[in-house]
């Protein structure tokens, strides 16, 4: 152990000293630099510093040298260390300066500039310290690391790596790259060996960590290691352009003749690389030089002031200069020293002034460390540096195309290589936008002499000149920043007073050099770099002709025509992706090119210019003829695309050239040329010119953010790329692959085309199928009760036989039995026979075997909610090992059947990631025994894993549905794929192709058997074409044994199962040809191709985010038109002006309505208009027109009908934004349509040969023309009919195999074109087929008039072409012929009869007129035609969504009802209504929702084709025109700025393509039944109950359907159908979701279930019956507000005569209590308990004072009669008179409450002889004036209840009334009025009070809280109100739910409904 000890030690004592040996000098070098510039600098310190600069000089220049003489430095150091310590030291003695003074004979300031001088103490310490610590440093160097030192850095006897070493690294590295596990692995199975070998010997864990950790950190030293060679490497590349950049920009950064020699040196030393290490040596020399020389200055000694010379400033009549640049010329401002001139200056920290200059000494420095460094690793591996400088050598040509990471390394070797003349080009223009200035002009013209010459090979020739001239113009624009020595004191004489005008500004532009305006010397770096750019280029035209270069980086070639001497392309096919580089190379070698133009775009959007407007124009021109582009010889191609960069490069020259008047004469431009700098958006983008506070003027604002040259330089570098693209080999294969779509033009028609025919035939077939069902039961019906009538007869009358009864006897039978049920209506419903429910087995719908599907999200979800976390994951991997599983068979089975050779991926792989741990925890998991701590984390773990998983599932689910979505239009683009790899690869494939001469005879293709086009397989499955497709007839699909093809190559299909012959009942002999959709091609694939399946291969193999990602982009090309139709609706939401209302228009009424879809004119049509929009907004953009100015922008800020802005052509900032987006959507899908050949496919199905074939079909199609109405006849008509359907669209839909458009094909299969896109038409991509005008004509003619058809059929009579032309429109094709024999004789005529001339023109312009009216009228009644008589509609219901928009529009109305009127804006809905107002314009918008709803479903039910077509148009023009331009005016707010308008016609618009899609569709012949009802799920089920809940909805809707359809039933039966149609559906839905999520049996039921639901019922209830007391106790106190009285009147009346005494209070006298009082309150009445509760009740704010005055606040008005009444009656009477005290609080009922005024009063009977009366009576006599005395008249405490009543609180008066205060009464009168008129008024006051408070009355009020506004309508009603109204309500709705369930148990636990719910949807059928 102590050996092994020590063995460690050493080998870390020797790793340490080998560590110190190398990096120690590092740390004497750093001391040098303390040494030197640490303290004040002083002459032993420039010894220091003068020691180390020649040391690293001669390392630098003389490196053997060096080496001899480092140990003799080292002593020297060492020495002279010595020497200044001890000088130090001992000048502090007493007398040792004396001494030095007169030794030297220098002054003490000298002594001092040496660095000796008196220190003070610590002063001492700190100036010798740091030396000393130097010595220590120098010393351990010497002695300890110098040998070892100098053994490292030997050169000349490098020892090499051993082989045995290097191979076990090797190894090493092998097993790092493999990866950590396996190595974990084998430590782990190691270990656990050698413990069942030797018990005794098995180490302890620090043993086994011990030696983890070594192995871990080998590995960690290896990476280290090789990053360690990568970065020697990447540095030993670059060092030298480091340093020579970081040199030039020390050199500028202060410009002066010292440092004019570094840029000299490496200005020249780039271009010319022989003399870059002469250029090193030089520089190392020359900045030592300059360091010393700036230590020197900064000694003491040296004083400036002494020597600086002060210029005299110069009279005003002798110079140019304004007085104010005089003061800040550098030549006047201070006296100038001449040794700054050269570079050198007094600086007050010596290591700040020259630390530039020391970091490019260590630069230098560093670069010949770099460069010996890897001399002597070359050594050590014992091979010689490679020849080509890379960083990957391994990295090639020939490696490129094999990864991303490979293309990656290449790139990193070659970049400069390959694309170093575009980085040139770009530096120069990047020079350009630096500087902006006169200098850069000649740049500029030196970049168009190179771009002119176009050719590499001349560019080349040019080079070297051009790389002498910037070296050259380098050196000369430093010279000019250095300029002429100040010192000299004279002027430059541009400043002289000469007659040519200069100004600062005009010297800073021509870049001259000057005291005032310094040339900018900062600004050059850029021009290095440009340098250093150029020579590298140099380099390499001089490189890329050598074999090793060409061989290694590849060749650079730029050949236009580049295979005219190659047989094959050098360049692997890309087009089909295998690998990512491959989509990568798809993105750049094909999409490029339109990201490029959406660049050159914004590059002429986003500055408002007429160069912008260039860039616009040339964007349109590439948009438009982009692809013909890019098929084009290239030659072409890039004579256009050179032309867009020369006219780039020209604006980026013209604005610099402009950029005079921007920045020099920007006053003059502003006052006299405003147009100009807004015609050219003239702004100075380099700083320094002017102030920009003084030129913001509002006259003429400068367009500030709209300059520069950045977006122009953006987009240079695009073009450059791009440029690069066209002429390279990758490109070839997108141009092979362009040109094959082209020449299979119609081929993607044929197949999109054939889809939807099978859409239509599937449809067709369901129905008919349905239909035929329904008959069948009829018959059986009809059979049975036949049977059972005959039953009964047999047995009853044996004796009579029934064809003996007469007609008459037979009647009265009738009448008699009961039995026969077939007598009335009435009678069939009520007889209520069992036999007519009976059902045969053929009826019953055979059970599908459902296919494996892997699980919903919410399925696992459900799962794991029902039994756990835990079991529901583990069920999870159980269904995925089947799943694999069973796609392993079927991989095998399919490998024996066609002989295909490759491995499928496998579908779920993804999981694997988190399946093999959870499979080893599952084996694992009974053996452990877990503490509750690892529980707990397991069980946390499990949950994390369950959420994972749940994630993973949703992402599946949603990636399977977006490509259940697209299946057909994926299925298309794969089958045009492979056959545009035939094409390109000209392999002859018979069976695909369009012109192959056999007949397609799929008889299996039409039968719904073998696969239908609503097969649910997900993408693996369809790219694996299983035919184990679901068959939708439900018949067992899977036992048709797959077709395979004959040698002739026809599909010849086995005989169907005998269902489905009955089913489709097709005579066998009556097989049509049929053109086969791309499902079918697929599932026949005849072909194996290596690259195909490869691609496919890599595809399903991606992870799953990429899968959704490539799902997602498949849904949106395959509904591109929508996403167009989406931008351009956005688009006018957005800008909502005239110009842009036009497309939205365009859209509804044209594109959506094409059939089949929109045409190529439609398209074209739609993105000239937007490229027009663009340039119209874009012109009018300009600052110069009048409205365009800041005036008048915010005069009408925000005025809706503003001309500009109404017609859209008002200046705003984001103006063009939507219209990028619009251009590039319509492009996008412009791409697609053309790359499915749907784009210029006019109609190639129109030809003018007649063909015997075509004849046969024009029979057919009239015979379907009239059997075409069969599908809508009744049932009678199809009980009468035997006949069997004969399909409506074999015929046509697949007559003879389609050619490609320039061969004639027949005419029959034209209605093929016309059928209407099918049930997927949306998510098909829209074909731009453009309508054939003459098939409206046909079909009209074929429906109406069957007979005639033929004669119409122009090619049957080629030899009456003025006849056949006046019968057939004149499109394109068929106009030609027929006008040209008229125009010939017309001719003829002409040279006979010249008097016949001006007839023959007049007849000219009459027939120019006519065709011209024709040609407008015709097309569009043709239009109109083709939807309305289409041949076959692919009927498809969307009433349900149309409705949903609608009732969203709905919505929208009643809840942003402020939107749409002009002061309503404040008002809510409610409160409106609630005062009976209804606004008009919500009036108006309410009807006409409500009444477009109504129309709109009477025309469904009516199925009105033409009627919803005239609704659509009326309603389109209608809302646009409301919308737009009535609803502002209205609102007098823009559309732009009003949200809810803006959201209403949005989803309008949805609506809108709804309506079109249902037009061009046509209604489906069954239109009933709910759309809710379509599916059973819990959405539907929850949506249907809340259709249900909806007022008199359900009533309405019911109604309707039954007036609008034709039916025998009555409206009761009706309602009564429907209603038991409604349960039905309820109950399926229920069994549909027990069967999708099944609840285990004899399994107890959760926890978290019972609290969860029972928990939240119970509190539910509990809540309900306790609802109205928490609900009014909670209004009182915790939602309650407090409302004081806002008004107390207080009345004394005595018996029934006028008021004595009435008085008011308003609210400054009503008082509320404070804290104190509250607190004063509760102890008076603190120990009566009935009180104090009262009390409590009330906080201190709910209680008020109020102080009612002691006076009447009205004089007493009796009329004398009345007054000897009271006093007769006071004194006399014998009855009690009363004296009545009332009061009256009045409220505010806008702070809540619901009572205004509350009121009591108090009575007191003043009995006769009651001592008050005869008071009273003496007062109003006048012989008393003393108040009378009246007991207990004065309530002290009030209540202010919610009532009405206001009751004095009886709980605080002690004895009740008696505790009530006495009052005192007196009777004022005022006698001043001379007597004639005396009033009187009473007093009132409280009887003992204190005089002070004498006047006034204190009424102390309770008021009670009342409920706020919101809640007044409940807390209105009161606890026992709401007991009665609420609770009862609800505890009956309750008691429905759970009482009398049992009644209904044998309808609602029917197990199986589907034959009643059979039963309904076929009375709905009939």
Request: net charge neutral.
């Amino acid at each position: 152990e102590g050996a092994a000890n020590e063995s460690v030690l050493k080998v870390l004592g020797g790793m340490v000293m080998s560590c110190y040996a190398k990096y120690w000098i590092y740390v004497c070098g750093g001391m040098f630099i303390m040494v030197s510039f640490a303290g004040k600098l002083v002459g032993y310190k420039i010894i220091y510093m003068l020691l180390f600069l020649l040391c690293l000089c001669l390392y630098q220049v003389y490196y053997s040298l060096w080496r001899r003489l480092l140990k003799l430095f080292w002593w020297l150091v060492v020495a002279y260390t010595m020497l200044v310590l001890i000088s130090i030291y001992t000048y502090q003695f007493e007398d040792f300066p004396g001494y030095w003074r007169n030794f030297t004979g220098f002054t003490e300031e000298q002594l001092a500039a040496i660095g000796l001088e008196m220190f003070a103490l610590s002063e001492l310490f700190t100036s010798i310290l740091i030396p000393g610590f130097f010595l220590l440093a120098c010393i351990l160097q010497l002695h300890y690391f110098h040998k070892p030192f100098m053994r490292i850095t030997d050169l000349e006897h490098v020892a090499p790596i051993h082989k045995k070493k290097s191979s076990e690294r090797a190894e090493q590295t092998g097993s790092g790259n493999v990866g950590v596990n396996f190595e974990e692995e084998d430590l782990v199975t190691n270990i656990d060996e050698e413990s069942e070998d030797e018990v005794e010997l098995m180490p302890s864990k620090w043993g086994l960590v011990m030696d983890r950790l070594l192995v871990l950190s080998r590995r960690f030293s290896d990476i280290l290691t090789k990053v360690q060679v990568f970065l020697w490497r990447l540095l030993e590349l670059h060092i030298l352009k480091m340093v020579a950049f970081f040199s030039v920009w020390v050199a500028l950064e202060e410009p002066s003749v010292m440092n004019l020699v570094l840029v000299v040196l490496w200005s020249l030393a780039m271009p010319y690389g022989r003399f870059r290490p002469m250029a090193s040596c030089l520089s190392t020399v020359w900045v030592c030089v300059i360091i010393v020389c700036k230590m020197l200055y900064q000694l003491s000694v040296v004083n400036p002031v002494e020597y600086s010379s002060n210029c005299s400033l110069p009279l005003a009549n002798e110079t140019n200069m304004l007085p104010e640049e005089m003061m800040n010329s550098s030549l006047y401002m201070e006296p100038v020293d001449p040794a700054k001139w050269f570079g050198i200056r007094k600086d007050a920290t010596v290591l700040g002034y020259s630390k530039n200059h020391l970091i490019v000494l260590m630069l230098l420095v560093f670069e010949a460390t770099v460069y010996r460094h890897q001399a002597h690793h070359y050594r050590q591996l014992q091979r010689s540096p490679p020849t080509i400088p890379t960083l990957f050598p391994t990295a090639t040509r020939d490696t490129l195309d094999q990864g991303l990471l490979p293309c990656f390394k290449y790139l990193l070797n070659y970049t400069f290589y390959k694309f170093g003349l575009e980085i040139c080009f770009l530096m120069t223009v990047n020079v350009i936008g630096q500087r902006m200035n006169f200098m850069v002009i000649i740049h500029g013209c030196w970049l168009v002499a190179m771009l002119v010459r176009r050719r590499r090979a001349a560019i080349a020739r040019i080079w070297p000149r051009y790389c002498l001239f910037l070296s050259i113009f380098m050196i000369y624009q430093y010279l000019l920043c250095v300029g002429i020595p100040p010192a000299l004191c004279i002027d430059y004489p541009w400043r002289w007073n000469t007659p040519v005008l200069m100004n600062s500004a005009l010297i800073k532009w021509i870049y001259l050099p000057d005291f005032y305006t310094v040339p900018n010397s900062k600004n050059l770096i850029a021009d290095f770099v440009l340098l250093m750019c150029a020579s590298q280029q140099w380099k390499v035209f001089e490189c890329e002709h050598t074999e090793e270069w060409m061989v290694l980086a590849g060749e650079n070639t730029d050949d236009p025509e580049p295979m005219e001497e190659r047989l094959f392309n050098p360049a692997p096919n890309f087009i089909n992706c295998r690998s990512y580089l491959d989509m990568a190379k798809v993105l750049v070698f094909r999409h490029l090119f339109w990201f490029v133009l959406s660049v050159v775009f914004i590059t002429g959007a986003t500055r408002i210019s007429v160069f912008g407007l260039g860039y616009l124009l040339a964007c349109f021109f590439f948009l438009l003829f982009g692809t013909q582009l890019l098929v084009k010889p290239s030659r072409t191609r890039l004579a256009l695309w050179d032309c867009l960069i020369i006219y780039n490069v020209a604006v980026i020259i013209s604005k610099n050239m402009l950029s005079i008047l921007a920045c020099v004469f920007v006053f003059e431009m502003q006052k006299g040329f405003c147009w100009v700098i807004q015609l050219f958006s003239l702004v100075c983008t380099v700083k320094g010119y002017y102030d920009p506070k003084v030129v913001s003027g509002k006259t003429c604002s400068l367009p500030v953010e709209e300059a520069g040259i950045i977006w122009d330089s953006i987009c240079f570098l695009c073009l450059l790329l791009q440029r690069r693209v066209f002429l390279s080999f990758y490109f070839l294969h997108v141009a092979a692959e362009l040109q094959a779509s082209a020449k299979q033009a119609s081929r993607g028609f044929e197949l999109f085309r054939a889809s939807i025919v099978k859409n239509i035939k599937f449809h067709q077939q369901a129905e008919r199928k349905s239909l035929s069902q329904l008959k069948r039961s009829m018959q059986r019906i009809r059979s049975k009760q036949q049977k059972y009538r005959d039953g009964h007869k047999t047995s009853d009358d044996s004796n009579k036989s029934q064809t003996a009864e007469t007609q008459t006897d037979k009647k009265r039978s009738r009448k008699k039995k009961w039995y026969q049920p077939w007598l009335d209506h009435a009678t069939v419903l009520h007889s209520g026979e069992y036999y007519l429910f009976e059902s045969d087995s053929e009826d019953e719908e055979e059970l599908q075997s459902e296919e494996q599907k892997p699980q919903t999200a919410c399925q696992l979800a459900y799962q794991a909610w029902v039994s756990s976390v835990k079991t529901a994951l583990r069920e999870r991997q159980r269904h995925q090992r089947q799943l694999r599983r069973i796609e392993r068979k079927e991989k095998e089975r399919e490998g024996r059947m066609g002989s295909q050779q490759e491995a499928f991926s496998v579908m779920g792989c993804g999981d694997d990631v988190f399946e093999e741990p959870v499979i080893q925890e599952e084996v694992e998991e009974p053996e452990e025994q877990e503490s509750g701590h690892g529980e707990m984390v397991q069980r946390i773990l499990d949950i994390l894993r369950f959420l994972w998983a749940i994630v993973l599932a949703m992402l599946d689910g949603l990636t399977q549905w977006f490509n259940l979505l697209t299946k057909q239009y994926r299925e298309t683009s794969t089958v045009l794929c492979n056959e545009r790899y035939f094409i390109i690869h000209k392999i002859q494939q018979h069976h695909t192709t369009a012109d192959s001469t056999d007949d397609q005879v799929s008889q299996g293709s039409e039968s719904p058997t073998l696969e239908t086009c609503l097969d649910e397989t997900d993408a693996e499955n369809s790219t694996r074409y299983s035919c184990l497709e679901v068959d939708s007839g439900g018949l067992t699909g899977r036992s048709t044994p797959r077709p395979r093809l004959n040698s002739t190559g026809n599909l010849l299909s086995p005989e169907p199962p005998p269902s489905s012959m009955e089913l489709v009942a097709v005579p066998s002999k009556q097989q049509h040809r049929h053109s086969r959709t791309a499902s079918e091609l697929l599932g026949d694939r005849q072909f194996f191709i290596e690259e195909l399946e490869q691609s496919r291969e890599f595809y399903n193999n991606q992870n799953r985010l990429l899968k959704l990602l490539f799902a997602m982009y498949n849904l949106l090309a395959a509904n591109s038109e929508l996403v167009c139709y989406f931008i351009i609706v956005l688009n006018n939401v957005v800008s909502a002006s005239v110009i842009s209302l036009v497309l939205p228009i365009l859209v509804f009424l044209w594109a959506m309505l094409a059939v089949p879809r929109p045409t190529k004119r439609f398209w074209m049509t739609a993105i000239v208009y937007t490229e027009v929009m663009v340039v119209v907004k874009y012109l009018f953009q300009f600052g110069f027109f009048p409205w365009n100015s800041v005036y008048e922008m915010t005069l009408n800020e925000d005025k809706p009908f503003f001309p500009p802005r109404i017609l859209g052509l008002d200046k705003t900032d984001n103006y063009i934004k939507y219209d990028l987006l619009q251009l590039l959507a319509l492009f996008f899908h412009r791409s697609l349509l053309m790359r499915y050949g749907l784009w210029d496919h006019e109609g190639p199905l129109e030809e003018q040969s007649p063909s015997p074939e075509s004849c046969k079909d024009e029979g057919k199609t009239r015979d379907e023309g009239g059997s075409r109405k069969e599908e809508e006849e009744e049932l009678d008509r199809l009980e009468k009919d035997n006949v069997d359907y004969v399909e409506p669209s074999t015929s046509s839909a697949a007559a003879t195999p389609q050619p490609p458009a320039a061969e004639p094909a027949p005419t029959g299969s034209k209605h093929g074109q016309e059928t209407s896109s099918g049930l997927k038409n949306t998510l098909n991509p829209p074909s731009s087929q453009r309508e054939d005008k003459m098939e409206g004509d046909h079909e009209q003619v074929i429906e109406e008039v069957p007979k005639k058809s033929s004669s119409i059929r122009f090619r049957k009579k080629p030899k009456q072409p003025k006849q056949q032309c006046s019968k057939v429109e004149p499109t394109a094709e068929t106009a030609d012929p027929c006008e040209e024999p008229v125009k010939k004789k017309q001719k003829g005529r002409r040279r006979e009869e010249a008097g016949q001339r001006l007839l023959a023109v007049g007849h000219k312009i009459k027939h120019v007129f006519i065709s011209g009216i024709q040609s407008v009228y015709r097309p569009a009644q043709g239009f109109f035609m083709g939807i309305l008589h289409a041949e076959y509609r692919a009927a498809t219901d969307v009433y349900a969504l149309m409705f949903l928009t609608d009732v969203i529009d709905f919505i929208i109305i009643v809840f942003g009802f402020w939107a749409f009127g002009k002061h309503s804006a404040a008002a809510d809905i409610a409160s409106t209504l609630s005062e009976d107002q209804v606004p008009e314009a919500f009036l108006v918008m309410l009807l006409i929702q409500f009444s477009t709803m109504i129309i709109d479903r009477a025309l469904y039910l009516r199925k009105a084709v033409l009627g919803k077509l005239i609704f659509q148009v009326i309603l389109v023009f209608g809302i646009h025109l409301w919308m737009f331009f009535i609803l502002p005016a209205v609102t007098e707010r823009m559309f732009s700025q009003n949200f809810v308008a803006q959201l209403w016609y949005f989803v309008k618009c949805i609506y809108f393509g709804l309506s079109a899609y249902q037009i061009r569709c046509g209604y489906p012949t069954r239109i009933l039944g709910n759309f809710l009802t379509k599916k059973y799920n819990h959405l539907n089920l929850f949506l249907f109950q809340g259709f249900r809940l909806v007022p008199f909805l359900v009533e309405l809707r019911a109604v309707m359907d039954w007036v609008w359809t034709d039916t025998t039933l009555s409206l009761s039966n009706w309602m009564c159908v429907e209603d038991i149609y409604a349960n039905i559906f309820i109950i399926k839905c229920s069994r549909e979701t027990e069967k999708k999520y099944p609840q285990p049996k004899g399994q107890k039921k959760k926890k978290i279930v019972k609290y969860g639901m029972g928990g939240l019922i119970i509190f539910f209830l509990i809540c309900i019956i306790w609802f109205p007391l928490l609900f009014i106790s909670l209004v009182r106190s915790v939602v309650g507000v407090v409302n004081h009285p806002i008004d107390v009147t207080v009345t004394v009346k005595l018996g029934g005569y006028e008021p004595l005494f009435t008085m008011s209070v308003q609210q400054q006298s009503i008082q509320p209590f404070t804290e104190t009082e509250y607190d004063q309150l509760t102890k008076t009445f603190g120990d009566n308990a009935v009180a104090m509760q009262f009390i409590t009740l009330y906080s201190y704010e709910d209680i008020v004072t109020a102080m009612i005055e002691g006076s009447s606040g009205s004089v007493w008005r009796i009329s004398p009669p009345s007054r000897q009444e009271v006093i007769k009656e006071l004194l006399g009477s014998p009855v009690d008179l009363t004296l009545r005290l009332a009061w009256n609080f009045q409220r505010d009922l806008g702070k809540g409450g619901t009572v205004e005024h509350t009121f009591d009063k108090h009575s007191i009977d003043l009995e006769p002889g009651n001592p008050v009366r005869a008071d009273l009576a003496s007062l109003l006599i006048g012989n008393r004036t003393e108040p009378v005395h009246v007991p207990n008249m004065f309530p002290n405490y009030i209540r202010a209840p919610n009532g009405a009543e206001a009751k004095p609180v009886s709980q605080l008066e002690k004895g009740n009334e008696d505790g009530y205060r006495n009052i005192t009464l007196s009777l004022m009168s005022d006698r001043s009025l001379n007597g004639s008129g005396n009033q009187e008024w009473w007093d009132i006051a409280i009887a003992g009070c204190a005089p002070s408070s004498c006047g006034v009355l204190p009424m102390v009020i309770f008021n009670d809280k009342v409920s706020p506004p919101s809640l007044g309508f409940l807390a209105g009603y009161g606890i026992m109100g709401l007991y009665v109204s609420v609770v009862l309500v609800i505890g009956k709705f309750v008691r429905g739910f759970f009482s009398e369930i049992s009644h209904s148990i044998m309808f609602e636990e029917l197990p199986c409904v589907d034959r009643i719910l059979k039963l309904c949807t076929d009375i709905f059928l009939v």
